[in-house]
């Protein structure tokens, strides 16, 4: 059973065009990361949320926690081939430092 | 600027070896971690450590086993290397910051095993 739902697992766009990744679970987190991880690397740390109903930007992606802390999504603006690489959603249970993952996004952005 | 190391990076081994995958960090962090991964999937926690002389299993069975003597130092050994045991291994220290553990990982080690 996965606790952490990503979709879409793939996507494949154009440069320019604006998509939104989600991140879906039935179990509470007391807060949520993304990472993006490009091949042959470890995953980096884009973005931590952690009260209910937050945004954060970072350049132009969007980042949502749900009101009810169990899910979140990402969403990029005018996607650029520099975009290209994993996205990987991560559940985060209390003051463990263990960290849940998604099954990831794999985007790709084309010329 | 996250200070973690992995060695090797690249790993070809046959059935039956003895390895021990090294990871060393020198932020002085005293959680540390390691994944598995497969190619664009997700990452399988299979160990990790609150500090030294601390270790415990992960979500994901591993035939693995780790070590936690120093502080900074994190390695994980497979007695006998199968086939089966291909895979990235990703190895990750945190610190509490910005609401949530930060967690700061390496490059991975990436084992096939014929």
């Known amino acids: 059973t996965q606790l952490l739902e990503q979709s879409p697992q793939f996507l494949s766009i154009q440069e320019g065009e604006n998509l939104t990744v989600y991140c879906n679970s039935s179990s509470v987190f007391s807060s949520l990361q993304w990472y993006r991880q490009e091949p042959g690397e470890g995953p980096v740390l884009l973005v931590t949320?952690?009260?209910?109903?937050e945004v954060k930007k970072l350049k132009r992606l969007t980042f949502q926690f749900g009101d009810a802390r169990k899910d979140s999504s990402l969403h990029i603006t005018a996607a650029q081939p520099g975009d290209t690489g994993l996205y990987l959603c991560?559940?985060?249970?209390?003051?463990?430092?263990?960290?849940?993952f998604g099954q990831g996004t794999t985007l790709q952005v084309k010329p | 600027e996250a200070d973690i190391y992995q060695t090797p990076r690249y790993l070809v081994i046959g059935t039956g070896k003895k390895i021990t995958l090294e990871c060393s960090q020198t932020m002085g962090h005293d959680k540390m971690y390691w994944y598995q991964q497969d190619p664009g999937m997700e990452l399988h926690l299979i160990h990790y450590?609150?500090?030294?002389?601390?270790?415990e299993k992960g979500d994901l069975s591993s035939e693995s086993t780790v070590s936690r003597i120093r502080t900074e130092h994190f390695p994980l050994t497979l007695e006998s290397a199968r086939p089966s045991h291909t895979s990235q291994y990703l190895c990750a220290s945190s610190e509490y910051r910005g609401g949530g553990e930060t967690q700061y990982f390496g490059p991975g080690t990436r084992l096939l095993v014929l």
């Open positions: 450590s609150y500090g030294v002389n601390s270790t």
């Open positions: 949320v952690v009260t209910g109903g």
């Open positions: 991560a559940g985060v249970w209390g003051n463990t430092g263990k960290l849940i």
